[in-house]
């Protein structure tokens, strides 16, 4: 069974690509973050939320902020990417809904006028962003080194400090370096991850 | 500047694809799903967990179970397209981890003993692969309807009645009907999504 996507674009996005662990120090433009994120804004979110924030960390200075948080290896991982992103949900994503979501105006002050329905849905649709932003890095020809390993409450403390925002992940991003990866780990079979009823 | 990825990737991922609202009748094969899953699964997660689960609805039976607990159009929807498959997380992902992350191989009884921390880094692991997923469905030549408005503890009661899965997604799969798209919704502008610090 072959796919529609021809067999270079799958090796570049998905069977090639792996997370990468060191980067060489060619540095990622604000022109290649913006081609990627031209690609994937188009990514479906439910309502179009788009609730998905990125956070370029580009100065020094920023990067030791970042890193205080990082635990074990992310610290030393990250100060060493040409670039690294924190990905956070806009708590207040609901503001832009009238202009994104003009089909139901009124969702703003309904579904949405809860902060914790709010933060349940954001959190969930920015995550799915995330998984489309990864496969937008590889699109550039990059890599993505996506980490969880980081003190989130601290890195918004940090960086979002009116409360408005909450980071979930952050990924490194760059031409992978002198042994960026691990061997592939295995993946679960198609029976074990998908069942029929 | 230009991406990596070729344009005719870039439009059937993401610029030409759309949710679809609307299916023919021409069936999604087992096949067609195995070589969906078999290129997304390469997609990272956390300590390699792949906690998705995918359950595909085929029987007549489990379709009208599934559509009981839909909200609003998301049950003729759902009734309408030739594959619809309900994703979730398996909160004992972690039984899996000696075997797909032999580097460190404590952490199934160590970061991951407890359940409320697996449900946490599961869904949002598994959240990260649904984004790879509806990728995939679209690089299979398929149209995606992911849909949120279901009532998701229903829909674990009917299905997963262990308690061992959760689910958070149900995606109708198909190629696109008649009117199948909305008019492209706005997208955010680089400069609200995206900022440098």
């Known amino acids: 069974m072959s796919l529609a996507l021809d067999a270079a674009a799958q090796d570049l996005l998905f069977r090639e690509a792996q997370t990468a662990n060191t980067f060489t120090d060619e540095p990622v433009t604000d022109e290649q973050v913006q081609a990627i994120y031209d690609l994937v804004k188009f990514g479906p979110t439910a309502f179009n939320q788009s609730s998905l924030r990125i956070t370029l960390v580009r100065s020094q200075e920023a990067r030791e902020r970042l890193v205080q948080h990082a635990m074990g290896a992310n610290g030393p991982k990250t100060l060493s990417a040409p670039l690294t992103a924190i990905l956070s949900v806009d708590l ?21 006028a809860e902060a914790a329905a709010r933060e349940v849905a954001g959190t969930q649709n920015a995550t799915l962003q995330a998984g489309y932003f990864i496969v937008g890095i590889r699109a550039a ?11 989130f409450t601290g890195v918004d403390k940090e960086f979002f400090g009116d409360g408005k925002q909450k980071s979930f992940l952050v990924i490194n991003i760059g031409k992978p370096g002198a042994d960026a990866f691990f061997p ?5 079979g198609f029976d074990e991850a998908v069942t029929s009823v």
Do not use: Q, V
């Open 141 to 151: 020809g990059l890599a993505a080194g996506p980490m969880t390993g980081f003190d």
């Open 184 to 188: 592939r780990s295995p993946r679960l």
């Open 92 to 112: 207040d994503f609901h503001e832009h809904l009238p202009r994104l979501f003009p089909a139901l105006p009124d969702i703003k002050d309904t579904f949405f």
